[in-house]
């Protein structure tokens, strides 16, 4: 049962349009504190490291490192069966922040903490991206 | 010991903005702070909606608030707004917290009165539905308080039925007189008799409600009912306003103020006063 559509994101809202929208471009969109500089994820209205409220937004390099993964033998819902198994890799973008998602374009025991990846996209629907990850 | 309201916040009040509970949360418990002189590091505790989208759980990762060690949440309902100043001070009346915050905010649409509740009430109106805001409060023990500060005189809890739920139930808690027995004994608590009431800020201007408050908390005709009824900010917000409000009448030289909440459902209110 490979034709099951895989599950999308719940819709974006105002804290979190940014995000999304720059996923559609295929520009991976973070936050960043006017205040002390730290970049953060996933999107929200202030800084966990400052405190402060004013944020700007800016375009990550997609580059980062493996910092941990798992891989997934059995699909917790149908749509991810055609793709067992692989991956789903903890990413430490190059800006510091974490992301998750699965890695592409290796083979599920040949990965190590710390292998260099760089962003590349999944476009699940007309209007939906998501990061996903390969080898850099 | 008793507890003071030492500083208060407020987002502009708008309606459709693109704008999400969390950020509206954040900005409110940030001008709050302000207001009171504290910074993020001295607040130890918050009181929250239940339903309120932002929990005790997330403020250390959208505002860096990383020494909350008190939190608890009251029934989301337009009558629990007092209720979150009342646990708030058994917080710090316990030594449970130094620095508590009380929180709220909305960014969605409140679903307007069904109709059938409306009838009941006699056809009175509930406006200020649509707003989008955040309040916040910082409460504090008396001696630590700073000039500026209002005491919690007294509270009350009372948990009614909701009205839009249970009109019947409702109707049955009122005949038993519920309110205005938990009423009775929060002014015989404090000290305080209805006469003293200079101002009440009663949820909902300037509708019927106001008319089951004022038999409810026995309201005498020298008491400035709603000050800051008329605009299109006011009583909104779920009632945290009506709190705002009270405390700004009590700096401005009220000696006494109410703030009952809405009496359609789990209700509370609270007595705030002057120093002296």
Same mark, same amino acid.
């Given at each position: 049962?490979?034709?099951?559509p ?9 804290d ?6 720059g ?11 006017v ?11 202030g ?17 980062g ?45 040949a ?17 939906v ?8 | 010991?008793t507890?003071?309201?030492?500083g ?8 459709g903005?693109?704008?999400s509970?969390?950020?509206?949360a ?34 250390p990762?959208v ?9 608890a ?23 449970l917290?130094?620095? =508590?915050?009380?929180?709220? #905010? %909305?960014? !969605?649409?409140?679903? $307007?009165?069904?109709?059938e &509740?409306?009838?009941?009430? /006699? *056809?009175g ?11 916040a409060?910082v ?23 909701s ?11 009122r005949?038993?007189?519920v ?23 009663l949820?909902?201007?300037?509708? =019927?409600?106001?008319?089951? #408050? %004022?038999? !409810?908390?026995?309201? $005498?005709?020298?008491?400035? &009912?709603?000050?800051?009824? /008329? *605009? ?8 945290m ?10 700096r ?11 009496p ?13």
């Amino acid at each position: 049962m490979t034709s099951m559509p895989p599950p999308l994101p719940a819709p974006p809202g105002p804290d979190t349009r940014e995000f999304w929208d720059g996923c559609r471009r295929h520009e991976l969109r973070l936050q960043r504190c006017v205040d002390c500089g730290r970049a953060r994820f996933s999107p929200r209205p202030g800084c966990p490291w400052c405190g402060a409220l004013r944020t700007e937004w800016f375009t990550a390099s997609g580059r980062g490192r493996v910092y941990s993964w798992t891989v997934v033998h059995r699909p917790t819902l149908p749509a991810f069966e055609s793709r067992l198994p692989y991956a789903a890799v903890l990413v430490q973008l190059e800006e510091g922040p974490f992301l998750v998602g699965q890695l592409r374009d290796r083979a599920p025991d040949a990965i190590a903490a710390g292998l260099p990846v760089r962003v590349v996209w999944d476009d699940v629907a007309a209007d939906v991206s998501l990061p996903h990850w390969r080898p850099a | 010991m008793t507890a003071a309201i030492v500083g208060i916040g407020r987002t502009p009040f708008t309606s459709g903005a693109d704008v999400s509970a969390p950020a509206l949360a954040a900005e409110a418990i940030a001008a709050a702070l302000r207001d009171a002189g504290r910074t993020l590091d001295e607040v130890d505790g918050v009181v929250r909606f239940d339903r309120q989208p932002l929990w005790e759980y997330d403020l250390p990762g959208v505002m860096r608030l990383h020494g909350l060690h008190v939190y608890a949440a009251v029934p989301d309902a337009p009558g629990s707004a007092p209720a979150l100043i009342r646990l708030a001070t058994t917080a710090v009346r316990q030594g449970l917290g130094r620095v =508590i915050v009380a929180y709220h #905010a %909305r960014a !969605d649409a409140r679903p $307007a009165l069904a109709a059938e &509740v409306q009838a009941a009430l /006699g *056809g009175g109106d509930e406006p200020g539905c649509l707003v989008q805001g955040g309040c916040a409060l910082v409460l504090e023990a008396w001696d630590a308080a700073s000039a500026g500060a209002v005491r919690v005189l007294g509270s009350m809890q009372a948990a009614i039925p909701s009205a839009a739920r249970h009109l019947d139930a409702w109707r049955s808690s009122r005949d038993a007189g519920v309110v205005s027995d938990a009423a009775r004994r929060m002014y015989a608590a404090a000290g305080i008799t209805p006469i003293d009431v200079d101002v009440a800020c009663l949820y909902t201007h300037p509708g =019927i409600l106001v008319r089951l #408050a %004022r038999d !409810d908390f026995s309201l $005498a005709e020298r008491t400035r &009912v709603n000050p800051h009824a /008329g *605009g299109p900010d006011a009583a909104a917000l779920d009632g945290m306003d009506d709190l705002l409000e009270a405390v700004r009448q009590v700096r401005g030289g009220a000696r006494v103020a109410l703030v009952a909440g809405s009496p359609l459902e789990p209700t509370s209110a609270v007595l705030l006063g002057a120093p002296a």
